[in-house]
């Protein structure tokens, strides 16, 4: 992106030429003829003068894209930018060391990480009346809680990353770019390859040098030019090839970005099957159904076995058998025994955790009749130990 005007200047002839019928002057073309504004009649233009409106042209398309260039790259960086990194910068690296403390201290125990969630979550949900261990799955939870993780905490890592790689970039390649000042007058611009005064009535966010051809960035302001001057660590002798460098290093920029989001939705998988893997190892040889089939309509018991069903409100022949069922908060489980022997009734969770694990015997409240109040909303087992067959009643108040 060279602004030769001695090119130009060779073929400065004049910008029209005069109409052959009616003297009028005729715009300069790149065509071999052109037509005349006032007559319409028909003009030939010489090659010298098409030489120079194609000169002329491609002069204008080249301070076109200067512009174009010294917007993109030679403005500082905006104060919000330069805020956000000195605040981020702060605020996540302090993060990363709390993070990099703790899978120090976790060591070999960091698999035990893995369970501490789903604990957790069964641990609470006495306090918040809902097991969502039970009610969305464990593999949604770990799927979600890692879209929070990695939206709250890693997102804006990497943008603040993206903003500072950004911001050096910028401020690398303006320092790059931009002319000298005379040590004698700090008002005299000089070309910052060669040193010799820069011609100031040329464009004014872009001059040349006439002798060494470098273009030189000129209206960056002091305080700014201050900050930067130190960052000169390449040479670019036109901006074009300074741009090139520019969009090299976004695009690797954005390709990071990309990773991040490519390895986001990669690990959201993971994450669910993480999920899907600490229930199968806490549940051993229970097989609740999901939620959504427990709590469809008309409500049922389904066997732990087989899924087999048992209707609610209804007379069933009780088998050896454990049936689940999906309570609400402070529902009461009412279990009516049909038996000429004393049953044990039985009611559990969806854990084998001892610090979270359920199994408490029904109160018989009436004769025949034993009855439970759920804990919290989530998925029970009923077990009743006895001699069979006996018949059973089992409903929900």
Not at 60 to 78: C, F, W
Not at 174 to 184: E, P, V
Not at 324 to 330: C, E, F, G, K, V
Request: aromatic residues 14%; charged residues 20%; contains cysteine.
């Amino acid at each position: 992106m060279k602004f030769k005007q001695t090119e130009i200047d060779k073929l400065e002839l004049t910008d029209t030429i005069k109409c052959s019928n009616c003297g009028n002057s005729v715009s300069l073309s790149t065509e071999e003829t052109t037509n005349c504004d006032f007559c319409n009649s028909e003009v030939k233009i010489p090659e010298n003068y098409r030489k120079l409106k194609q000169k002329q042209l491609e002069r204008q398309k080249q301070l076109d894209e200067a512009e174009e260039v010294y917007k993109e790259i030679s403005i500082p960086p905006k104060k919000w930018m330069l805020t956000w990194n000195n605040l981020a910068e702060g605020v996540f690296s302090m993060i990363s060391l709390v993070v990099t403390i703790f899978v120090w201290l976790g060591g070999a125990m960091a698999l035990a990480l893995i369970f501490f969630l789903y604990f957790g979550i069964m641990a609470i949900a006495p306090i918040i009346h809902v097991n969502y261990l039970d009610t969305i799955g464990a593999g949604w939870i770990y799927l979600i809680t890692f879209a929070l993780f990695t939206l709250l905490i890693i997102l804006p890592m990497v943008l603040n990353a993206f903003v500072k790689d950004f911001l050096v970039l910028k401020t690398t390649l303006q320092a790059n770019l931009m002319a000298k000042f005379s040590d004698d007058n700090k008002k005299i611009p000089i070309c910052r390859n060669c040193g010799a005064p820069l011609d100031t009535l040329k464009p004014h966010f872009c001059i040349p040098c006439d002798y060494c051809e470098t273009e030189n960035i000129i209206n960056v302001k002091t305080d700014w030019f201050t900050k930067i001057k130190e960052f000169t660590v390449w040479q670019f002798k036109t901006l074009d090839k300074a741009l090139k460098q520019f969009h090299l290093y976004k695009k690797e920029m954005k390709e990071n970005l990309n990773l991040w989001i490519y390895g986001s939705v990669f690990f959201l998988f993971i994450s669910y099957g993480i999920g899907v893997f600490v229930t199968w190892i806490d549940l051993e040889d229970k097989n609740p159904p999901n939620w959504k089939v427990l709590t469809s309509q008309p409500q049922k018991l389904y066997s732990n076995k087989d899924h087999s069903t048992l209707l609610l409100n209804q007379k069933n022949e009780w088998k050896n058998e454990d049936y689940w069922i999906a309570l609400d908060y402070n529902q009461n489980l009412v279990v009516q025994i049909e038996s000429e022997f004393k049953p044990q009734v039985v009611i559990s969770n969806t854990t084998t955790s001892d610090g979270n694990k359920i199994a408490d015997f029904l109160k018989e409240t009436l004769p025949n009749q034993w009855e439970w109040k759920a804990p919290y909303k989530g998925k029970f087992l009923l077990t009743i130990k006895g001699n069979t067959p006996f018949f059973i009643t089992v409903s929900v108040k």
